[in-house]
């Protein structure tokens, strides 16, 4: 499996549950829509909780403050990427995307990176 990680900050003129609500309610079914053109199977938000727990651990390890979130997107393999990102339906879907998130997301502040999973347990 490859698996794109968005680490996300939201904007500075956004609320945090503005930036939680339209991500879930708007952006994620957007992400649904597109999923096929992209080549993309599995798609997962993961939204910022327990600030309190959060602040200890930064602490404790010297770290800097957390990302408002994680997305998280999967496809079977290097080729299913390769294809649904090279695709004319694929490149509209994309555009789509980083138009939508433009919205929400504070490009500067955030970080993407493509990974391989490798299960441990």
Same mark, same amino acid.
């Given at each position: 499996?490859? %698996? ?5 900050? %939201?904007? !500075? !003129?956004?609320?945090?549950?503005? @930036? ?11 992400? %649904? ?25 930064? %602490? ?16 079977? !393999?290097?080729? &299913? ?9 694929? #490149?509209? &879907?994309? &555009? ?7 919205? @929400?997301? !504070?490009?500067?502040?955030?970080? #993407? @990176? ?6 441990? @347990?």
């Amino acid at each position: 499996m490859i %698996k794109l990680v968005y680490c996300l900050r %939201k904007r !500075d !003129d956004v609320s945090h549950e503005s @930036f939680y609500q339209y991500w879930l309610s708007e952006h994620g079914p957007l992400v %649904k829509s597109v999923a096929s053109a992209i080549g993309a199977i599995r798609y997962v938000q993961s939204h910022t909780t327990l600030p309190e727990l959060n602040e200890l651990m930064l %602490k404790s390890r010297g770290l800097q403050g957390p990302y408002d979130g994680i997305t998280e997107v999967w496809w079977e !393999d290097q080729a &299913a990427l390769e294809r649904g990102m090279a695709s004319l339906e694929g #490149i509209e &879907a994309q &555009a789509q995307l980083i138009e939508d998130e433009s919205r @929400f997301i !504070d490009f500067g502040q955030s970080s #993407i @990176f493509m990974t391989e999973e490798h299960t441990i @347990f």
